[in-house]
Nanobody, 119 residues
Framework: QVQLVESGGGLVQAGGSLRLSCAASGNIASINIMGWYRQAPGKQRELVAA???????QYADSVKGRFTISRDNAKTTVYLQMSSLKPEDTAVYYC?????????????WGQGTQVTVSS
């Protein structure tokens, strides 16, 4: 099992910045990918950014150049630095971890943190 605890959401004006943190605990040694998803009211949950155990990153087109995903050296905490925030970034942001245990892939989710960007 993997437990994920998020922090860092809040209310910010358009153009501002926020940093989200996600601390992982439990069976973290076998985590392959960690990332951030978001879900706005009435919309499907979407991938925002992800980072693999090897350090490769992936971003949604809508956040490229504005958001940066990173992790600490122990690979237990993942960060999402969000800059130049727009009202359309408003959503609940969820931390995700993927753990492979052949032949299955397991998904773990944090409780979510609200990000609200005012215009």
């Amino acid at each position: 099992q993997v437990q994920l605890v998020e922090s860092g959401g809040g209310l910010v004006q358009a153009g501002g910045s926020l940093r989200l943190s996600c601390a992982a605990s439990g069976n973290i040694a076998s985590i392959n990918i960690m990332g951030w998803y978001r879900q706005a009211p009435g919309k499907q949950r979407e991938l925002v950014a992800a980072i693999t155990s090897g350090g490769s990153t992936q971003y949604a087109d809508s956040v490229k150049g504005r958001f940066t995903i990173s992790r600490d050296n122990a690979k237990t905490t993942v960060y999402l630095q969000m800059s130049s925030l727009k009202p359309e970034d408003t959503a609940v942001y969820y931390c995700n971890a993927k753990r492979d245990s052949f032949p299955r892939r397991y998904d773990y989710w944090g409780q979510g943190t609200q990000v609200t960007v005012s215009s």
